[in-house]
C-alpha cells in the first residue's frame, strides 16, 4: 500500500469523532468477546468451588451461550427502532453487572444468574457494534471491521489466560468480577461518543412482516445450508472452548495456567485464520473455502486425545482455533441472501436460533464426560464438523 493509499485509509478512519468512536467500540469487543471465555478456561476451579460435576458446569457455559443467543433478535428488532448509542451503553452496565455479581456468588445458582445477566449484557453488543460501524465507516467497513475484530481476538487470547493466572494465585472472584470497572467506564465513552440517530422509518412494516422474511429466507436451499453449517460449526466450537482447559486439567493433568495458555492459543490460531481466509473467499469462493475450513478443523479434534506431547498439544490448540474463520465468512454470505426490507430482524433471528442450538455443544460434552465419555466427545465434535463441510459444499456461489 502507498503512502497516500495510508494517509487516505486513516483519514477515512479518523476524521471527526471516528477515531474515538473506533477505539471505544474495539475496546468493548476486546472486553466482551475475552470475558466470553474466562468461565471456561477457569472451570476446572469453578467445578472444586461448588463441588459440581462436568455436564453441570457445562450448564453454566450453557447458559452463558443461550443468553447471548436470546439477545440476538431482539436486538435486530431494536436497532432501528432505539439507536445504538442507548443499546451500546446498556450491554456494557448489564456486562458489568453480571462481572460484579460474581463476587457476591456464594452458590451455584446465584452463580448461574450472574453468567445470565453477563451473557444478555454481551448479546447486546455484538449486532449492535456491526451496525454502528456499518453505519459510520460506510466507505472503510473492511478496514473498520477488520480492526475491531482483531481487538476481539485479542481479547480472546489475552484474557483467559490472564484470568487462570489471577485464578491461581487472587482467586476466581478477583478474575470474574475485577473486569466490572471496566465495563462501566465503557459504558460512560459509549454514551458519550456514539452519536444518537432518530428511528429510521419503517414504511408500515411489523416486527410480523420481518419474521415472515425471515422464515421465508430459510426456505431458499443456499440459506438452509449455510445456517446449518454454520450451527454444527458453532456446536462444536462452543463445546471445545467451554471443556478444552477442564479436558488438560482433569485428564491430561495439566495446570490450569498452562491450560488456560493453551486455550490463548486457540484464539491466536483463529485470529490468524480470520485474517486470511476473506481473501481466499474472494479468490476462491466462500463455499470452496468455508469446506476446506470445516475438513481442516476435523483434524485436531481427531488428534488432541491421541497426541501426549505438550507442544504438539499446543499447536493443535492453535489449530482448533482456525475454525473460528468460517464465522465471518458464512455470516456474510447468509447476509447477502436475506432480503433487504427486513435484514436486521431476519439475521438476529437466524442468529438467536443458531447460538441457541450451538449453546447446547457444552451441556452435551459435559454429560459425556460425566458418563466417562470425555475423550470421545472429541470424536463426536469431529464428526459433526464433518458434516458441516459436506453442507458447506454443496453450497452454490453467491
Known amino acids: 500500500m502507498t503512502t497516500g493509499r495510508i494517509a487516505e485509509t486513516l483519514d477515512g478512519l479518523t476524521g471527526q469523532r471516528r477515531g474515538r468512536l473506533l477505539a471505544v467500540i474495539a475496546m468493548g469487543w476486546f472486553l466482551v468477546l475475552g470475558m466470553r471465555f474466562v468461565v471456561p478456561a477457569i472451570l476446572p ?38 439507536g445504538e448509542r442507548w443499546l451500546l451503553t446498556a450491554a456494557a452496565v448489564l456486562s458489568g453487572v453480571g462481572s460484579i455479581t460474581y463476587w457476591f456468588a456464594p452458590e451455584f445458582g446465584l452463580f448461574l444468574a450472574a453468567t445470565a445477566v453477563f451473557g444478555l449484557g454481551t448479546g447486546l453488543y455484538g449486532p449492535t ?71 429510521s422509518g419503517r414504511d408500515g412494516r411489523t416486527l410480523r412482516d420481518d419474521l415472515r422474511d425471515a422464515l421465508g429466507a430459510l426456505r431458499r436451499p443456499r440459506v438452509a445450508l449455510a445456517v446449518v453449517g454454520a450451527t454444527l460449526m458453532l456446536f462444536a466450537f462452543q463445546a471445545v472452548t467451554a471443556f478444552l482447559t ?15 495458555l493453551y486455550l490463548s492459543v486457540l484464539f491466536v490460531g483463529g485470529a490468524i485464520g480470520q485474517t486470511t481466509t476473506g481473501a481466499l473467499a474472494d479468490r476462491y469462493g466462500t463455499p470452496r473455502v468455508l469446506t476446506g475450513v470445516a475438513l481442516v478443523s476435523v483434524l485436531p479434534l ?91 459444499v454443496r453450497l452454490p456461489e453467491r
Open 246 to 260: 477442564t479436558y488438560f486439567v482433569d485428564v491430561r493433568s495439566i495446570s490450569q495456567t498452562r491450560a488456560g
Open 129 to 199: 457494534r456491526g451496525t454502528v460501524l456499518s453505519r459510520t465507516f460506510d466507505a472503510r467497513q473492511g478496514t473498520a471491521f477488520g480492526i475491531v475484530l482483531g481487538a476481539g481476538s485479542v481479547g480472546a487470547a489475552v484474557l483467559p489466560a490472564a484470568a487462570a493466572a489471577v485464578t491461581g494465585r487472587y482467586g476466581w472472584r478477583v478474575a470474574l468480577a475485577g473486569v466490572a470497572p471496566a465495563f462501566f467506564l465503557l459504558a460512560i465513552g459509549l454514551a458519550a461518543i456514539v452519536p444518537a440517530r432518530s428511528p
Open 302 to 392: 481427531v488428534a488432541i486425545p491421541l497426541v501426549t506431547d505438550q507442544l504438539a498439544l499446543g499447536v493443535l490448540s492453535f489449530a482448533v482455533g482456525l475454525r473460528m474463520s468460517s464465522g465471518p465468512l458464512s455470516n456474510a454470505y447468509i447476509v447477502d441472501c436475506l432480503p433487504d426490507a427486513a435484514e436486521g430482524t431476519a439475521w438476529g433471528a437466524l442468529r438467536t436460533g443458531f447460538f441457541a442450538v450451538g449453546s447446547l455443544g457444552s451441556t452435551v460434552v459435559g454429560a459425556l464426560a460425566e458418563r466417562g465419555y470425555f475423550t470421545e466427545s472429541f470424536y463426536l465434535l469431529a464428526g459433526l464438523t464433518a458434516l458441516a463441510a459436506v453442507a458447506y
Open 45 to 82: 476451579t469453578i467445578q472444586d468451588v461448588f463441588e459440581i460435576g462436568e455436564a453441570t458446569a457445562g450448564l453454566a457455559v450453557t447458559v452463558l451461550w443461550l443468553t447471548y443467543a436470546a439477545m440476538q433478535f431482539p436486538t435486530g428488532a431494536l436497532i432501528d427502532r432505539v
